[in-house]
């Protein structure tokens, strides 16, 4: 089992920039595939960008944020990052992180439902 915790949240302004950190338990980190979701007011959760287990070599993307937000992994600290550059208001949401082991290297997942763990989540709140 895996418990995420998230962190890196805030109010920022737009334009500027926010990393988040997610934190997993366990020692098989590195054999899960995981993924950065948001859930904004009124709205319903959607998929932010997610990344392969292992090398993490293989990412992907929700339109609204490819060129801002860059997801990466580091397997010695157990951690997935998303970076968050340019920040606009429309990405004020609770950010949760998301992980699905995998057998094969090379899957990346984007549905909520391909996922088995996820984090309590973190607001990031982007004032105009």
């Known amino acids: 089992q895996v418990q995420l915790v998230e962190s890196g949240g805030g109010l920022v302004q737009a334009g500027d920039s926010l990393r988040l950190s997610c934190a997993a338990s366990g020692r098989t980190f590195s054999t899960y595939a995981m993924g950065w979701f948001r859930q904004a007011p009124g709205k319903e959760r959607e998929f932010v960008a997610g990344?392969?287990?292992?090398?993490?070599?293989?990412?992907y993307y929700a339109d609204s944020v490819k060129g801002r937000f860059t997801i990466s992994r580091d397997n010695t600290k157990n951690t997935v990052y998303l970076q968050m550059n340019s920040l606009k208001p429309e990405d004020t949401a609770v950010y949760y992180c998301?992980?699905?082991?995998?057998?094969?290297?090379?899957?990346?997942?984007?549905?909520?439902?391909?996922?088995?763990?996820w984090g309590q989540g973190t607001q990031v709140t982007v004032s105009p």
């Open positions: 990344i392969n287990n292992w090398s993490g070599g293989i990412t």
């Open positions: 998301a992980g699905q082991y995998s057998r094969i290297g090379y899957d990346v997942y984007e549905r909520e439902s391909d996922y088995t763990y």
